[in-house]
């Protein structure tokens, strides 16, 4: 059996005297993609925020390549390989497209700017614009592109599609599909259902802070109606 | 208007010129009062004893160590802006997160340790510090007769602006500092090490202010108590151009500088008083202009 990229266990969570995460466990194998599902308030966000050291109360296990986490700073997960879009893009304002891009210092086997531009043409005609000027759909694909700059194993978005015109959905829908072609690890929090079910290898439903369902592709049809009742879609 | 255009030209020039160099050593202090702020959230009351630790540092190093006024314009800098990174690391930054009036009462008991610590020491009555030979006397432009310290001071001061200028707008270390003013949390899963870039940032800011006491040395006595009557006009200044941004500062801080020389001509009594007329109108016409960014 593959060993998983990122395992996570026992994780707890909490905003002041308020807990989120209870006990939360799941892994993730190199080059699969997942979804965590759940409706607003379950969880999904915390989790990716506590897996990337930005919830400051935050116990349990969190293993990338069997290397523990939870000791380092932000900075240095960065060099470990994680690359996090953040459920408001992040695109810093004051910096243009390209200072944006240039920002990371992660592994330094990033993705070269030219596959990036390939993925992201819009980029390339924006590249001189500040962050403010762009639109949602343009600002997502700078987030994303910014954390492939990075080298990064394990992409970790949390709502990349929210907001986004269909045509846009579509465009990120396809990058998704060409990463997990070349391999990368993609864990996903999605309110899109449509979109979750179109990229993900697996699907794990988190309710009160705790995983409640943990799904493949090909077990999706007949847990359907007990997801549309758990999600609202 | 009148009185200025009847004024002599050279008297017109010479106070001009006092103006510029006002606003030279204003531009140097807002800079760095300015950036530590932008990133840090820092009301750093300290700044004023880095200007003072400058000028001091630059007597003691002739004083003691027969060290001239160019390896001092250099060595000054470095010692009090290491001094801010170990303040930084030490002090400072137990309070980060927390509202920023918190910094600003450390900083002002820094700021009173150091200078009261050395008032003790050395007494209010300043102590000279000479120019060095090549910059003293004065140049006979047609126009106007120029001191030759203080057309330095400005020359100085605008090729330190600018260079800030550059660090900030032009370098990977000014977009780290910028990226990570505006989101000091996702920048670091950049990885960049914002605590890091703090301390240097608080440092940098230190060595700008020794940089201008180093400058002022020659022209004002050296005295522990230098850098009090100047901090409150820096602050004005970087309110008016604009809390945490670079070129506000330093247009701001020429524009005050030379509203002060003018006003002086004018009516000379209301001198003092231009920087903070200014800043009141600028805090009322328009509140939201008194925090930027880089």
Known sequence: M????????????AYGECPVLEDLAFSVAPGETVALLGRNGAGKTTTLRALVGLVPHRSGQIRL???????????????????????ERGVYASLTVAENLALPRGRGNGMPMERILALFPNLAERW?????????GEQQMLAIARVLRMGIRLLVLDEPTEGLAPAIVQRIGAVLQDLRRDGMTILLVEQNFRFARRVADRFLLMEH???TANLTKAELPEHENRLSERLGV | MADILSMPLPVLMGQITLGLVTGSFYALLGLGLSIVFGLLHVINFAHGAFYMLGALAAWMLAQFLGISYWPALL???LLVGLMGVLLE???????YGRDPLYSLLLTLGIAMMLEYGLLWKYGSAGMAFAPPPELTGALNLGFMILPVYRGWIVLCSVVICLAVWTLVHRTPLGRQMRAATEKPELTGLFGINVPQLRSMTFGLGAALAALAGVLAAPIYQVSPIMGQSLLIPVFAVIVIGGM???HGTVLAAYGIGLAEGITRIVFPEAAALAVYVVMVAVLLLRPDHRQRRF
């Open chain 1, 2 to 13: 593959t060993e998983p990229l990122l395992r996570i266990e026992g994780l707890r969570a």
């Open chain 2, 89 to 95: 690391k030490t002090m400072v930054k137990q309070l």
């Open chain 2, 75 to 77: 060595l000054a800098p």
């Open chain 1, 65 to 87: 390549d069997g290397a523990d986490l939870m000791p380092l700073p932000p900075h240095h997960l960065a060099r470990c390989g994680i690359g996090y879009v953040p459920e």
């Open chain 1, 128 to 136: 001189d614009s500040a962050g403010t000027d762009l639109s949602g």
């Open chain 2, 244 to 246: 945490g941004s670079v």
């Open chain 1, 209 to 211: 802070g705790r995983i």
